[in-house]
């Protein structure tokens, strides 16, 4: 398995165009709003989360993309997750998260956003007031309270 995260800055003019582009490369990619995301550690996390969730046929969701963002966001329902984490038509800072996917996704991507990084930065206070996150995360930071939420997610 090939996993890499990857921080984008762009516009999103047409997003059902955009979804509909994704779902015809061979392979998993999930673009996430990276301001909900507490950094490259924890997109990992999700996204490992969702592959062991499929091998052990305990997914929520038949979608690898869906699965993908449930993990991250450390929830089971659907809509939120992507209330918190779905990309939107305008300005954005994405967090890729691509799954055995060849160099032809990375180069599709390159070619309409701008490789940056940076986005993937936490930003502990937004992530904090949308994730509702109390005292857990003034005991552990925030970034290891929305992991562990993720990890939660398989004993639950």
Same mark, same amino acid.
């Given at each position: 398995?090939?996993?890499?995260?990857?921080?984008?800055?762009?516009?999103?003019?047409?997003?059902?165009?955009?979804?509909?582009?994704?779902?015809?490369?061979?392979?998993?990619?999930?673009?996430?709003?990276?301001?909900?995301?507490?950094?490259?550690?924890?997109?990992?996390?999700?996204?490992?989360?969702? $592959?062991?969730?499929? /091998?052990?046929?305990?997914?929520?969701?038949? #979608?690898? *993309?869906? %699965?993908?963002?449930?993990?991250?966001? =450390?929830?089971?329902?659907?809509?939120?997750?992507?209330?918190?984490?779905?990309?939107?038509?305008?300005?954005?800072?994405?967090?890729?998260?691509?799954?055995?996917?060849?160099?032809?996704?990375?180069?599709?991507?390159?070619?309409?956003?701008?490789?940056?990084?940076?986005? $993937?930065?936490?930003? /502990?206070?937004?992530?904090?007031?949308?994730? #509702?996150? *109390?005292? %857990?995360?003034?005991?552990?930071?925030? =970034?290891?309270?929305?992991?562990?939420?993720?990890?939660?997610?398989?004993?639950?």
């Amino acid at each position: 398995m090939n996993l890499d995260v990857r921080g984008y800055r762009g516009v999103v003019r047409d997003l059902t165009g955009l979804l509909d582009e994704m779902k015809g490369f061979p392979c998993t990619v999930q673009l996430m709003d990276a301001r909900a995301v507490a950094g490259r550690e924890h997109a990992i996390h999700g996204a490992i989360h969702a $592959l062991k969730a499929f /091998e052990r046929g305990q997914n929520i969701s038949s #979608d690898m *993309g869906i %699965e993908i963002c449930l993990r991250v966001a =450390g929830m089971r329902q659907i809509s939120r997750a992507i209330e918190l984490l779905g990309i939107k038509e305008g300005e954005m800072e994405i967090c890729a998260v691509l799954v055995d996917c060849g160099d032809e996704v990375i180069k599709f991507l390159d070619s309409i956003f701008e490789r940056d990084d940076g986005v $993937l930065e936490p930003d /502990e206070e937004y992530l904090r007031r949308i994730y #509702d996150l *109390g005292g %857990e995360a003034e005991t552990v930071g925030v =970034g290891e309270a929305l992991m562990e939420r993720t990890t939660m997610l398989t004993v639950a």
